[in-house]
Antibody, heavy 120, light 112 residues
């Protein structure tokens, strides 16, 4: 069955860096676009970034543009999120999500999330 | 970015009764390809979000027909018939027509 397992979260100081990973299994990873979505305490869901199925294109939300980088290794079936210049407002539970073939960025599978806390 | 506005933000419902959630977008969600990319997600307490509806009204695989989506342009609705205890959670609409993708604030459904 489809599984997405995030890792790499933790506590980091403002201005620091962290790299999240998302290990995929149970489906042809290289055939699907992949996304990061976050859920901040007391707030709702916020889309962070997308990478095309073949890694040739990526897009970012305005709040993370220029600080975060999404990447993937299809041979390892793994999605990454490099987070630099972290701020307190980046504190959130970070989910990786698979983009459905149905189009329109319907995220049909989600991981369980990895927690990032930015605090001094 | 397109702003997605949900109402109500809190929705207490009696067991067995229907529920309705509204979602309005600040711009039309009709894509240049003719499709309208409006999705609905359910997030039960302690769980990851789950896709319920995509392209306004199409239920994802395994989603019971008690959930239905409708609407067009900038005005959309999620309806839940016969609310059960397992429907408790937060419901989000999300637009996939315009970059950057945006979610509504969420509607918390609980049992009255």
């Amino acid at each position: 069955q489809v599984q997405l397992v995030e890792s790499g979260g933790g506590v980091v100081q403002p201005g620091g860096s962290l790299r999240l990973s998302c290990a995929a299994s149970g489906f042809p990873f290289g055939d699907y676009g992949m996304h990061w979505v976050r859920h901040s305490p007391g707030k709702g869901l916020e889309w962070v970034a997308v990478i095309w199925y073949d890694g040739t294109n990526e897009r970012y939300g305005d709040s993370v543009k220029g600080r975060f980088t999404i990447s993937r290794d299809n041979s390892r079936k793994t999605l990454y999120l490099q987070m630099d210049s972290l701020r307190a407002e980046d504190t959130a539970l970070y989910y990786c999500a698979r983009e459905s073939y149905s189009g329109g960025f319907a995220f049909d599978y989600w991981g369980q999330g990895t927690l990032v806390s930015v605090s001094s | 970015d397109v702003v997605m506005t949900q109402s109500p933000l809190s929705l207490p419902v009696t067991l067995g009764q229907p529920a309705s959630i509204s979602c309005r977008s600040s711009q039309s969600l009709v894509h240049s390809d003719g499709n309208t990319y409006l999705n609905w997600f359910q997030q039960r307490p302690g769980q990851s979000p789950r896709l319920l509806i995509y392209k306004v009204s199409i239920r994802d695989s395994g989603v019971p027909d008690k959930f239905s989506g409708s609407g067009s342009g900038t005005d959309f609705t999620l309806k839940i018939s016969n609310v059960e205890a397992e429907d408790v959670g937060v419901y989000y609409c999300m637009q996939g027509t315009h970059w950057g993708l945006t979610f509504g604030q969420g509607t918390r459904l609980d049992i009255k």
